[in-house]
């Protein structure tokens, strides 16, 4: 017998797999991952196909089997060939989606203990309102494969997806539970924590190497009944899924823009469609695409209409502030006299504020006044960011710098245009940093902490 061995490398030109020799000993299937030797060394591959045809070369023979190593199932080797062909990128380059780092590079996988189990009961279990029971049924009975839950903000949509995962961990199964970014994970965690106690595994991109193989284990032996993770984690081995849940699915991080691309949406419903299970997506804003799929037929929707509470909570109102009348009234600043007021009433009463901005920096643009010259990165052609404080690996230090948010490049700021020599440089635009330096000046007192990119590069700094 022969066995054609896909790496998570290329090698070659001939194809995607190498054919290796089955000793006798070996009992191999597809999907087991297996030690092979490839030059001089020894590499990790998975099993993609056996057959008794004797090439007309000659062939090495498969080392080892790997020990505690998450075993690909059918339905992963299924789901890694669509996706290498429906996004067009090699099989080796799939596979790693489906191993992550420590599986391909440790020399010997460390087997976990499982922890001790106590017999399942939910922890809080919070009743719900007449509208949401009446979702959670429609959802249950759906025919479809995918269900829209459309509610708006506060309307209980967390509590339905748990409700949901606690039906479906009593009957045995394992639930994804998918969320955008990685800042959402530790409140969705606890959430479910506090629900599901230790059967919680939680897997995204900023975790260490030795998080992420404890995590992937957990779920291949089934200890780990609810898995929640930012898109990586819908290629995590479960051995028994029984829904996939997407929350916020509207977002954009759901997309993965580097080879091999993929939308996590689509992956999931082909997984549904193997395993012959449901995908369950939310939003409050749900994305065009999935809005139309739904009016359409194809997706099956489900509305919550009302905020859960015995007072009717309705949703806050928002004010849109014109600037140009601002400077009318000749109030310069950044921030609205109706903003200022607000900002201090909520300071007296001991209370805390959020001000988002969806650009760092200090100014978005350096122009010169004069000719119009705009400073722009000579490798992107963007126009560079003007920051006060440069975030390196060392700290956060005050120093004027031009940065590009595209490929990193660091300028010094122009006294003088480089086109017509004029000292008339201006900064224009905002960014997270002159919000925090105005309201230092506006609100002494008040202690300011600004969240972004710059000051939240280590991970846990969040």
């Not at 404890?214 to 930012?230: L, M, P, R, T, Y």
């Amino acid at each position: 017998m022969f066995a054609e061995i896909l790496l998570t490398q290329k090698v070659g030109k001939s194809g995607d797999t190498l054919t290796y020799k089955v000793p006798d000993d070996l009992d191999l299937r597809r999907g087991l991952i297996v030690e092979v030797p490839l030059r001089q060394r020894q590499v990790k591959g998975v099993v993609f196909s056996l057959h008794d045809k004797t090439p007309l070369y000659a062939t090495r023979p498969v080392s080892r089997i790997v020990e505690n190593a998450p075993h690909l199932e059918q339905w992963q080797l299924q789901l890694m060939e669509w996706i290498a062909d429906y996004y067009f990128c090699p099989a080796s380059r799939a596979l790693k989606l489906f191993l992550p780092v420590p599986f391909v590079k440790k020399k010997k996988i460390t087997e976990w203990m499982p922890e001790v189990q106590s017999p399942y009961e939910l922890k809080k279990r919070h009743d719900l309102t007449e509208e949401q029971k009446d979702v959670l049924h429609q959802i249950e009975k759906s025919s479809k494969a995918v269900a829209l839950l459309y509610g708006i903000t506060g309307s209980g949509k967390t509590e339905i997806y748990m409700h949901l995962a606690d039906r479906h961990i009593h009957d045995g199964k394992q639930v994804l539970m998918l969320i955008p970014e990685i800042s959402l994970t530790p409140q969705t965690v606890e959430r479910f924590q506090d629900h599901f106690d230790h059967r919680v595994a939680v897997i995204h991109s900023q975790q260490t190497q030795k998080e992420k193989e404890k995590a992937w284990q957990a779920i291949h032996k089934g200890e780990a009944k609810v898995v929640i993770g930012s898109r990586s984690a819908i290629f995590a081995p479960f051995k028994n899924l029984g829904t996939i849940i997407l929350d916020e699915e509207h977002d954009t991080s759901y997309k993965q823009d580097q080879s091999p691309r993929y939308n996590a949406l689509d992956v999931a419903q082909k997984i549904a469609e193997i395993l012959n299970i449901k995908v369950l997506i939310g939003s409050a804003t749900p994305s065009l695409q999935s809005y139309y799929r739904a009016l359409e037929g194809e997706y099956d929707l489900c509305t919550l209409t009302e905020r859960p509470g015995k007072v009717k909570r309705s949703l806050p109102k928002a004010k849109i502030v014109d600037l140009r009348e601002e400077i009318k009234k000749k109030n310069f600043s950044i921030f609205s006299e109706d903003l200022q007021k607000k900002i201090e009433e909520v300071l007296k009463k001991k209370e805390q504020v959020i001000l988002f901005l969806n650009r760092r920096g200090a100014a978005s643009a350096v122009i010169c006044r004069m000719c119009g010259y705009v400073a722009k990165c000579d490798r992107c052609e963007v126009p560079m960011t003007y920051h006060k404080k440069l975030t390196l690996e060392e700290g956060i230090y005050a120093a004027e710098r031009l940065v590009c948010h595209h490929c990193g490049k660091i300028e010094k700021v122009p006294t003088l245009c480089p086109v017509c020599k004029s000292p008339a440089i201006r900064y224009i635009g905002l960014g997270t940093q002159r919000v925090e330096e105005d309201l230092q000046k506006l609100f002494p007192t008040a202690r300011v902490l600004r969240a972004d990119r710059d000051t939240t590069q280590k991970r846990g700094q969040f």
